[in-house]
């Protein structure tokens, strides 16, 4: 009568397990943190080093995307020399590549740096959920864990802009990378002390041209976009031939995974209706609430003139009810279907983004739209945590490293293709309305600088000239429309997440 009791004591963690949690929350914290943080530093690395359109958009966004590329190989790579080690030796090469990132001269060392911690951030986040099998037996502490971690990566990636704008307040912009620093050394001194060792197969073999196959898929893809969209090779067929090349990799990619004995991604884990589901519900996520969440940092920045500060501080109603609606979650999972939950989750969102639109093509004061988008914030919240418990949860066990690693490339990838969509979108529109709205009187050297990107348009409005203000204004309307324009598009997105959600979960009761 007493086993059951004394094998529930055995796997309960103790105070050992749930500090190694706290070390374990740090890399995740820095990991997020990354992905947003550049958002009110743009500004300042655009005029230091003067990255072209096409530059910027790849300094904020390739770090997530080769993330999002190198994470199943990370996973088998963790897999074969152990959890722990792996996370170690990440940690290590995505310190240094910080401090390189921090020091960089110029755009393209800077984009080289940023890539590069993708790949090292890569080999942090599957080694995470590894380690915590491992650490908790208990199935209740496990979900608190994995909670706990989830929770670490949107409070990360919300207060990202926040630490960036006070940073830049008081130091120049490569101090947004240098704060990687001592949390990693922390890791680094304490891990082997804290975080339990697991020896690796050694016997994983990691296919690589489904490695390079992938990567090199999602990146011809990015970059088709982010060419469309600036517009520098003034090849338009060959840029669709970019995109149309990158979708050819990856089917290919596909086609192999189905033929190979020990694939790089198991594919029949997508069988699985609400797992292949929720996971097409991060992504559509990233899309419609990353890239407006993206947008609207900018926003505050060149259409209502805020200081990276000022702008961060804006975020704050933001983050507050998207952490509210992440700890509403659970509650209402107790009384309703999940598929409830997280359509209508995604209903709230999509309304949200619907209000920005109108009160943003209203001219509504600043504090207005963020009430509007502080409503998309908390339907997200609402629904992401149960979206990702999903993806872990529905996964046959013998699948659960491979659904958890999925779980982790469809939020990181979802994230940068809602930061490369909307970046593009934007410059799109920016280029569109100002090309129309330029004052008659505006020399045409400035005309040339405001419409290459938003940046020189306001340097160029940076006179006494009559024509200045007129053209600054005119700059600041045109990246309002831009806002305001993928606010729809958000909507659209969301509002067919919701009806997807509905239908693709309604077979699992909770």
């Not at 997020?32 to 072209?52: G, K, Q, Y």
């Not at 630490?163 to 304490?190: C, D, K, Q, Y």
């Amino acid at each position: 009568m007493n086993r059951p009791d004394e094998d529930t004591r055995v796997r309960r963690a103790t105070r050992r397990e749930w500090l190694g949690l706290t070390l374990l929350v740090l890399p995740m914290l820095m990991l997020s943190t990354d992905l947003t943080v550049l958002f009110f530093a743009m500004p300042s690395i655009s005029a230091d080093l003067d990255p072209t359109a096409t530059q910027a958009l790849w300094i904020v966004h390739v770090y997530g995307f080769l993330i999002a590329g190198f994470l199943i190989t990370m996973g088998r790579l963790g897999d074969r020399v152990g959890p722990r080690r792996l996370l170690l030796i990440g940690s290590v090469a995505f310190a240094l590549l910080s401090a390189a990132a921090a020091l960089a001269p110029d755009a393209s060392t800077l984009i080289a740096a940023r890539a590069l911690m993708g790949i090292a951030g890569a080999t942090l986040m599957p080694s995470l959920f590894s380690l915590l099998r491992l650490m908790f037996d208990d199935e209740r502490q496990r979900r608190l864990a994995i909670a706990t971690m989830i929770s670490a990566f949107s409070v990360g990636g919300a207060v990202g802009p926040l630490i960036g704008g006070a940073l830049l307040e008081s130091f120049w912009w490569g101090s947004v990378f240098l704060i990687n620093l001592p949390p990693m050394a922390l890791l680094v001194l304490t891990g082997p002390f804290l975080l339990p060792d697991r020896r690796g197969t050694g016997r994983i073999r990691l296919d690589v041209p489904s490695i390079a196959l992938s990567v090199t898929g999602v990146l011809a893809v990015v970059y088709g976009v982010q060419e469309l969209a600036a517009g520098h090779s003034g090849n338009v067929a060959l840029d669709l031939a970019a995109v149309a090349v990158g979708l050819l990799i990856l089917a290919v990619f596909v086609r192999r995974q189905r033929r190979l004995p020990e694939p790089l991604f198991d594919l029949k884990l997508l069988a699985n209706r609400p797992t292949a589901t929720a996971l097409a519900l991060l992504i559509a996520c990233g899309i419609g609430v990353s890239g407006l969440f993206y947008l609207f940092t900018q926003y505050t920045q060149w259409s209502a003139g805020l200081s990276p500060l000022a702008a961060g501080l804006w975020t704050l109603p933001f983050i507050a009810v998207n952490i509210a609606g992440s700890m509403l979650a659970p509650v209402l999972t107790r009384r309703l279907r999940p598929s409830t939950v997280v359509a209508g989750g995604l209903a709230v969102a999509a309304i949200g983004a619907a209000a920005v639109a109108v009160v943003t093509s209203a001219g509504a004061p600043l504090a207005v739209i963020i009430g509007a988008l502080s409503i998309t914030g908390f339907g997200f919240g609402a629904a992401v945590v149960f979206i990702s418990d999903l993806i872990i949860s529905t996964a046959p066990a013998e699948q659960a490293g491979s659904a958890a690693a999925a779980q982790e490339v469809g939020g990181e990838l979802g994230t940068a293709m809602g930061i490369a969509v909307g970046g593009a979108v934007s410059v799109v529109v920016y280029r569109t309305v100002l090309e129309n709205a330029i004052p008659p009187a505006t020399p045409p050297e400035a005309a040339d600088a405001a419409l290459d990107s938003v940046h020189d348009g306001a340097a160029a409005a940076d006179t006494a000239e009559p024509w200045g203000l007129a053209l600054l204004e005119a700059v600041r309307d045109a990246v309002g429309s831009g806002f305001q324009l993928y606010a729809v598009v958000a909507t659209v997105v969301l509002a067919v997440a919701a009806g997807l959600g509905m239908m693709g979960l309604r077979a699992r009761k909770g």
